[in-house]
C-alpha cells in the first residue's frame, strides 16, 4: 500500500470512504474493486433500493450468471414496476462480488422502491416510473447522453427501467445538465463518451494510488455542482437526503469502515454537511406500496441504449470484453471477430487479425488516443476482415459489440407461483428462454413439441409473448407450427401481472379465457378466443366461451361480424382434429352460423359504397375457404335445412351475387370467378357475364370493378390461359373514353400490380402479339398466342423425371407406362 492510500484508509475511520463511479463501466468497475482492495471496509453501501439487501446473499451463488437485473414491483398491481440492472462490469456488482467474498455486509442506500413505484409523474421532486423508471433520460431528454447516465446524474434508480406505471414529462422544458459533456469540452473532446474512454477506461490495471481516480472525480463533480447545483435534477436532492441518513445509520453502526459506491454526481452531495433534521423533511411524508423483489436474468441488448434504457450504454458486449481481458484487449478481440465471420463461412485467416490489430493501433496514434477504442477497431475490422462491406460488420455489432447474453439466477431467488410453475414447464419441455431470436418448428404428432404448443399459445392468451407463430417454411399441414422465440426481461414482469389469474400456467390461462369471453365486445373477438382455447388446449374454458358464443351468434345479425367470425371458428374445428379434441358444439355453432350468412348476404349487399364493397368482397373470400373446410366436416349425415350441403347452398347464394344488378361490380366479379374456379359455371358463361359487365351500357368504373372482383387475387393466369376473357378485357379497355380511362386507370393499376412480375410480363407479351380478332373466341385445336395448339413433346421429356419424382410415381408400380402427357392427363 503506497503512502497515499495509507493516509486515505486512515481517514476511513473519520469519514466514509466515498467512491463516484459511472454505470456500467469497466474502468469504474476495476477501480471499485482495488479501492476496495487497498481500503478493506467494514460495510459495503452501494446505490440501489434497500428492499433488496435480502437478495444480495444469491449473488454469491454458483447459478448466478449477469447479466442479472434486480426487479421491483407492487404487490397489488403488478405492472408497476422498475428494474435495476447489473453487469459483470458494472462497479456496484463488483462491489457486491467483493463483499460477499471478503464476509462483508453489503447494503443498499438509495430511495425506497416502495417509494420509487408510486412517486406521481407530476410532482416537482418524484420519480418518474415510465419507460425507464426514474432513469428517466429517455422521458425527460432527448439530449442526454450515454456517458450522463452513466456518471450518476439520472433523475431516479440511476439503473432503473420500469415495466409500466404513471405518465411521463415528455413536454417539460429540457434543462438538465450533462456532467461529462461538460467536462469532455473543457478538456477539447467534442464526444463526452470518448473522452470518458481515455482518461478512464484505456487507464488498465497498475494505478499506483488506488484512490486517485476517485478523488479527481470528485474534485470534477464538485466544481460542477457549485456551478450547476442539482443540475435540473432535483429529484435527486431527496435521493440524496435519503442516502446521507443511511450512511449516518452506517457509521453510528460501525464507527469506521464505510465505503459508499454511488453514482459520480451524487459524491458532492453525500459529502455535503447537513443536518438529520433537514434530510427527514426532505423524505417525510412520501406516498407508499406494498413491493416484492427478486432477481431477474438481463440480456446485453437491454443493456444497450439502443432499447431506450436511460443509462443504457452502445457497446455492453465491448465493455464486457475489455472488463474479462487480462491484457491485449485488441489482440483478444479481433480473435473473437475473426472466430464469428469463420462460423459465418467468411475466410478470415490469422494473417487478417494480425493486420487489423496493427491498424487499429495506427489509427490510434493518428488519433492521439492512449488505446485503441471501439472505434478504431471497427473501422480496422471494416477494412480488413469484412473487405469493406457494412454488412458483415452488422454482424460484428449484433453479436458481438451488443452481445445476445442472457444472464441466469439461481432457483433460490423469490418467485410468484406462476413463475416457478413456468420454469418447471420449460424444464420439462426442454424449452430454455435465450436472448437470441431463433426459430422453432414443432410437429403436434410428437408429444413434447405438442407440449411446447400448448404452453406458448397459452402463455400468448396470457399476454406474454415469448413466442410468436410464423408461418411454416415447410409443411403447411395443420400438425406442425413454427414459432419465432425471444427471452426479454420484460416478460419476468408480465409473469407477475399474470399471477392474478391462478398459480399454474394452466389455470391462469383458463380464468383469463373465461374473463376475456364475458368482457368480449364483439362476436369476433369470442371467436378468436375460442380459437386460441382449442389451441392452448383448456378443456375447462372451452365450455364457458362456447356458451357465450352460441348467445352472442344468436343475438348479432351483421353479416359482416358473422363472416368475421366463420372463418376462425372452421379453424378451430381443424386445430381440434389434429389435437384430439370433441369440437362437435363448435361445429354446430359454425355450421348455424354459415345459414345466416347465406340468408342475409345477398340483402346486405345492396346499396354499398366502394369502401363497404371491397369489405364485403373480402369477406366473401373467406367465407368461401370456410364454407369449403367446413362442409367435409359437417357433410357425414348432415345436410342443410334448405337442401344438399353447405358447399352447395354457398354455390346458389354465389349465383344469385352474380346476377343480380343490385350487387356492386366488385362482388359480382367475384362471384363469378369463385363459381369459376369450383367448376360450378362454364368458361362460355363466364364469358358471357364478363362480356355483359363490359358492355357500352355499363359505366367504365362499375366495369372496372367487376374487373377487379373477377380478376384479382391471382386470376392474372384466368386471363393468360384464356384468350377470350383477355380479349374481352382488352377491348374494353381500348374502347374507354379518354375522360373515363383517368378514371378507372387507378383501379385497374391497383388490380394488375398485385400480380406476379411473370404473370404480368406474359399478358403484357399477349397483349403486344394481339389475342387475332378482339373480342373473338379461340378456334378448336388452335393455341392461344404465345403458345403452340398442342403439348410440346420434347420439352416436356425433359422435366419428366422432376414431375415423377414429386408425385411420387417413381414408386415400383405406380405410374407405369405413363409419360408426363398421361400423368397431366
Wanted: hydrophobic residues 45%; charged residues 25%.
Amino acid at each position: 500500500m503506497t503512502g497515499a492510500e495509507e493516509s486515505r484508509a486512515g481517514r476511513l475511520a473519520a469519514e466514509p470512504l466515498l467512491l463516484g463511479v459511472r454505470h456500467h463501466g469497466p474502468g469504474s468497475a476495476r477501480a471499485v474493486r482495488a479501492a476496495l482492495d487497498a481500503a478493506l471496509p467494514r460495510v459495503v453501501l452501494i446505490e440501489g433500493p434497500p428492499e433488496a439487501d435480502a437478495l444480495i446473499g444469491l449473488a454469491a451463488e454458483e447459478d448466478m450468471r449477469p447479466p442479472v437485473a434486480l426487479l421491483a414491483y407492487a404487490v397489488d398491481e403488478p405492472g408497476r414496476s422498475a428494474f435495476w440492472p447489473l453487469a459483470e462490469f458494472s462497479p456496484e456488482w463488483v462491489a457486491i462480488r467483493w463483499a460477499l467474498e471478503h464476509d462483508v455486509p453489503a447494503r443498499f442506500i438509495d430511495l425506497p422502491a416502495t417509494h420509487t413505484l408510486v412517486w406521481d409523474g407530476e410532482s416537482e421532486t418524484g420519480p418518474v416510473i415510465n419507460g425507464p423508471a426514474g432513469d428517466a433520460p429517455e422521458a425527460e431528454t432527448q439530449t442526454q447522453t450515454e456517458a450522463e447516465a452513466e456518471a450518476g446524474t439520472e433523475a431516479e434508480g440511476d439503473r432503473a427501467e420500469a415495466a409500466g406505471g404513471a405518465g411521463s414529462p415528455a413536454d417539460e422544458v429540457d434543462v438538465r445538465v450533462d456532467p461529462l459533456a461538460v467536462l469532455a469540452g473543457t478538456a477539447g473532446y467534442d464526444d463526452p463518451e470518448r473522452w470518458w474512454e481515455d482518461v478512464v477506461e484505456h487507464r488498465g490495471p497498475g494505478e499506483k494510488d488506488a484512490f486517485a481516480p476517485f478523488g479527481v472525480l470528485e474534485e470534477a463533480m464538485t466544481a460542477l455542482r457549485e456551478v450547476y447545483g442539482s443540475g435540473g435534477h432535483d429529484r435527486d436532492l431527496v435521493r440524496e437526503a435519503y442516502m446521507r441518513l443511511q450512511i449516518r445509520a452506517a457509521r453510528r453502526e460501525f464507527e469506521s469502515g464505510v465505503a459508499v459506491v454511488c453514482g459520480a454526481w451524487h459524491v458532492p452531495a453525500l459529502r455535503q454537511r447537513t443536518t438529520v433534521t433537514a434530510d427527514r423533511s426532505l423524505v417525510k411524508g412520501l406516498p407508499k406500496v406494498k413491493v416484492d423483489m427478486t432477481w431477474v436474468p438481463w440480456t446485453n441488448r437491454r443493456l444497450a441504449r439502443a432499447s431506450g434504457y436511460g443509462a443504457g450504454i452502445d457497446s455492453p458486449g465491448w465493455y464486457g470484453h475489455l472488463f474479462a481481458a487480462p491484457d491485449r484487449p485488441v489482440a483478444r478481440w479481433m480473435t473473437k471477430v475473426a472466430g464469428l465471420l469463420r462460423e459465418e463461412d467468411r475466410i478470415v485467416s490469422s494473417a487478417h487479425v494480425i493486420e487489423a490489430v496493427r491498424l487499429a493501433e495506427t489509427l490510434a496514434v493518428m488519433r492521439g488516443r492512449p488505446l485503441a477504442g471501439l472505434g478504431e477497431t471497427t473501422d480496422a475490422v471494416r477494412a480488413v476482415m469484412c473487405e469493406g462491406s457494412d454488412v458483415p460488420l452488422a454482424l460484428v455489432h449484433d453479436r458481438l459489440v451488443v452481445g445476445d447474453v442472457l444472464g441466469e439466477v439461481p432457483e433460490a431467488a423469490p418467485a410468484v407461483p406462476l413463475q416457478r410453475d413456468l420454469t418447471r414447464l420449460q424444464r420439462r419441455l426442454r424449452l430454455k428462454p435465450e436472448a437470441l431470436e431463433r426459430e422453432l418448428e414443432l410437429d403436434l404428432r410428437k408429444e413434447t413439441d405438442a407440449g411446447r404448443s400448448r404452453l406458448l399459445h397459452r402463455l400468448r392468451l396470457l399476454g406474454i409473448a415469448w413466442g410468436e407463430p410464423v408461418a411454416s417454411r415447410g409443411s403447411t399441414g395443420t400438425f406442425r407450427e413454427t414459432w419465432r422465440l425471444r427471452w426479454e426481461p420484460e416478460l419476468s414482469v408480465r409473469v407477475a401481472e399474470a399471477g392474478v389469474w391462478g398459480t399454474t400456467v394452466l389455470a391462469a390461462a383458463t380464468a383469463r379465457a373465461e374473463t376475456e369471453a364475458t368482457s368480449a365486445q364483439g362476436l369476433a373477438e369470442v371467436t378468436g378466443l375460442a380459437e386460441r382455447c382449442l389451441l392452448a388446449e383448456l378443456p375447462d374454458a372451452l365450455p364457458a366461451v362456447m356458451r357465450i358464443l352460441a348467445d352472442r351468434a344468436a343475438l348479432d345479425t351483421d353479416v359482416g361480424h358473422l363472416a368475421q367470425a366463420l372463418p376462425a371458428l372452421v379453424r378451430s374445428l381443424r386445430y381440434g382434429d389434429v389435437r384430439g379434441t370433441d369440437t362437435s358444439a363448435l361445429t354446430g355453432v359454425a355450421a348455424g352460423l354459415a345459414e345466416r350468412i347465406f340468408v342475409g348476404l345477398p340483402p346486405a349487399c345492396a346499396a354499398l359504397d366502394t369502401d363497404a364493397a371491397q369489405e364485403i368482397r373480402d369477406h366473401v373470400d373467406a367465407v368461401h375457404g370456410a364454407v369449403g373446410m367446413l362442409d367435409e366436416t359437417v357433410r357425414p349425415g348432415r345436410a342443410s335445412a334448405h337442401g344438399g350441403g353447405l358447399r352447395d347452398r354457398w354455390h346458389r347464394v354465389l349465383g344469385i351475387l352474380s346476377a343480380r344488378d343490385t350487387v356492386p361490380g366488385v362482388i359480382q366479379g367475384r362471384a363469378v370467378r369463385l363459381l369459376l374456379d369450383d367448376g360450378e359455371l362454364a368458361q362460355d358463361e363466364a364469358a358471357r357475364l364478363m362480356g355483359l359487365a363490359l358492355s357500352a351500357g355499363t359505366p367504365p368504373a362499375d366495369s372496372a370493378a367487376w374487373i377487379e372482383g373477377f380478376v384479382g387475387g391471382g386470376g392474372g393466369m384466368l386471363l393468360i390461359h384464356d384468350e377470350r376473357l383477355l380479349a374481352l378485357v382488352d377491348g374494353w379497355l381500348t374502347g374507354v373514353s379518354t375522360e373515363a380511362f383517368t378514371d378507372v386507370l387507378p383501379l385497374l393499376r391497383r388490380t394488375f400490380s398485385a400480380y406476379e412480375p411473370g404473370v404480368r410480363r406474359t399478358l403484357g407479351e399477349l397483349v403486344r402479339r394481339g389475342p387475332g380478332q378482339r373480342g373473338s373466341t379461340t378456334a378448336p385445336g388452335a393455341g392461344a398466342p404465345g403458345f403452340g395448339p398442342d403439348l410440346d413433346a420434347e420439352r416436356a421429356a425433359g422435366v419428366e423425371p422432376v414431375v415423377r419424382l414429386l408425385l411420387g410415381l417413381d414408386a415400383p408400380g405406380a405410374g407405369e407406362g405413363a409419360g408426363l402427357v398421361g400423368v397431366a392427363g
